[in-house]
C-alpha cells in the first residue's frame, strides 16, 4: 500500500501564505487562516508544499488504505483559493446553495475571492465539516 504523499512538513503555514504573490490571494488566505483557527482551535500545519491543514484524523477505507490527513484546510492556487471540506460536499449542498459564487470538486469548494461569498456561510460550512470528524 503507498503512503499518503502529502505530509504535514516542519515549514511555518503563515510564513507560507505571506509569500503568496498575488495581494488578493494572500489577503484573503490570511483571512482563511483566522477563520479556521478560530473555529477549529489548531494551529495551523503546511502539508506538502502549499496546503495549510488544520487538525488531523486517521482514516481507513473499506479497501485497507489508511492514513492521517488534516480535519479541514486550504490552499492559494493560481486560479481559487481551495477550501478542503471533510468528509464529502453532498452533506453541504443546502449551505453552498447560500455560499455565493463557488465552483465544487469531490471534497473541495473553489472560490477567486472571500468577497464572493457569505463568510457567516463559509464558517458555518467549516464548523460542521471538523465537528463530523473524530
Known amino acids: 500500500m503507498s503512503d499518503n504523499k502529502t505530509r504535514p512538513t516542519g515549514n ?7 509569500s503568496v504573490a498575488n495581494e488578493q490571494r494572500r489577503r484573503d488566505s490570511l483571512e482563511l ?12 500545519i503546511l502539508w506538502g508544499s502549499s496546503i495549510v491543514g488544520f487538525g488531523s484524523y486517521r482514516y481507513k477505507y473499506a479497501s485497507g488504505r489508511e492514513g ?4 479541514t484546510g486550504f490552499s492559494p492556487r493560481k486560479n481559487s483559493l481551495t477550501l478542503y471540506v471533510m468528509p464529502n460536499l453532498d452533506d453541504f449542498r443546502p449551505l453552498l446553495q447560500k455560499l455565493g459564487r463557488h465552483k465544487t470538486g469531490k471534497g473541495c469548494i473553489y ?7 457569505d463568510i457567516s456561510v463559509l464558517r458555518e460550512i467549516v464548523e460542521q465539516s471538523v465537528e463530523r470528524l473524530p
Request: charge should be negative; charged fraction near 35%; proline fraction near 3%.
Open 68 to 71: 492521517d490527513w488534516f480535519k
Open 12 to 18: 511555518n503555514a503563515e510564513q507560507f501564505l505571506e
Open 111 to 117: 472560490i477567486s475571492k472571500l468577497s464572493d461569498v
Open 33 to 44: 487562516l483566522e477563520i479556521m483557527t478560530e473555529i477549529t482551535k489548531e494551529k495551523p
